[in-house]
């Protein structure tokens, strides 16, 4: 029974998501109220203020969602996996589920909807929020990977830093490429320079 509650709220989760990002794609986010989001989702807004405080955490929470599948997704990886290589697969694991292919670039229609998001400012400001508020789930699965503390040693919330950064740098580099470029080869792009230690490019 319980197992079903759970299947059910986070499908109620992701409905509410999922109007949030439409309507305000749709409308612009400053023509969308909380009332309209629960409406399209099917449920009152005191079932909405359950799962969200704003409009900005509905359309931002799948930042959060993403980290923590990595975090999951890291924990799976096979024990004597080099760090980086487990860190670049489990970090771009949601982000290919939700990109569908990977080699595919967005359509414009689809970019063109997500630039105008991110250029809100109050959007910004709650995604990086949420991102980086997941960064101790993230440095807490590198502290088992490598057998660290990560109450006492700044390996494991360097490296959560550096990552969630690269991540973030790679999205805002596929936001403004032109023409579109797929997401998900930009990202471990990203992901492996930063393994690398950053090397300068070669001319």
């Not at 040693?153 to 580099?173: E, N």
């Not at 579109?180 to 490019?201: I, Q, S």
Request: hydrophobic fraction near 45%.
């Amino acid at each position: 029974m319980s197992g079903l509650r759970e299947r059910k709220k986070q499908a109620t989760r992701e409905a509410l998501m999922s109007a949030a990002l439409r309507l305000a794609h749709e409308r612009g986010l400053e023509n969308v109220r909380v009332e309209d989001i629960a409406a399209a989702a099917g449920v009152s807004p005191r079932t909405y203020n359950n799962y969200f405080s704003s409009k900005y955490e509905a359309i931002t929470a799948r930042h959060t969602d993403r980290v923590r599948d990595s975090v999951a997704a890291l924990r799976a990886r096979p024990p004597g996996e080099p760090l980086w290589e487990a860190l670049t697969e489990a970090m771009v694991q949601p982000w290919a589920r939700h990109a569908g292919t990977t080699d595919t670039p967005p359509s414009p229609e689809l970019l063109a909807g997500i630039r105008m998001l991110a250029d809100e400012p109050a959007l910004r400001a709650e995604s990086l929020r949420a991102v980086f508020a997941a960064d101790g789930e993230l440095a807490a699965a590198v502290a088992e990977r490598v057998g660290a503390d990560p109450a006492r040693d700044l390996y494991p919330s360097l490296v959560a830093g550096a990552v969630t950064a690269a991540v973030q740098a790679g999205v805002a580099h596929w936001l403004r490429a032109d023409p579109p470029v797929p997401l998900v080869p930009v990202l471990r792009e990203c992901l492996r320079a930063l393994a690398a230690g950053l090397p300068t490019p070669s001319r």
